[in-house]
């Protein structure tokens, strides 16, 4: 925690981080103060297949699953890899991309960084938190979300949102998909 963040700024990070798991990466993400409700059943829906494909990609024994499969499979696997990066490349290119952002995210909410030039809403303001979890799969959650509190630095600042109350089964799907982020980040770092 930053001790020249304010005391809003440093309340808001112990509410969304403490005793609970979060990550901190870098993601194309926005946050849109329209007080909208996010698409909460599409979110879901998004973490679930995000997680069945990542399950069955996926080497916690150290072994390539796709070792196990059988030739025709792997190529269809790796044909569907393509695909879904090609897919992902035209989507990109018809609409605006979300901008990569650093941030750390929790199942509680998330402290997004903000570029100099965005202003940054104020406190209670109610939006639409769009994030990409994946960058492979060029799809976007869109959350309901709270400033919490609003701390400037050098060339920007940072934007804690809360969530409001999600349903169980969003929640879920979202802890398991920071499980995932987590497990992924301390594999990378034992690498290093």
Known sequence: MNPAWPRAAQAAEAGLFEETLSCEAV????????????????AETLLRGLAQVEDLRSDETGE??????????QRMDAKLDLMLVLLGRLVRQSERPLPPRPLRWSARGLRLRLDADTAAPATDTAGTLRLQPSDWLPDELELPAIVAASAAEAGGHWLWLRFPALPAGLEEALERHLFRMHRRQVADARRR
């Open 27 to 42: 993601l194309p993400a926005c946050f849109i103060p329209d007080g909208g409700h996010g698409r909460l059943p599409q």
């Open 64 to 73: 390539e699953k796709r070792g196990e499969l059988p030739l025709l499979a």
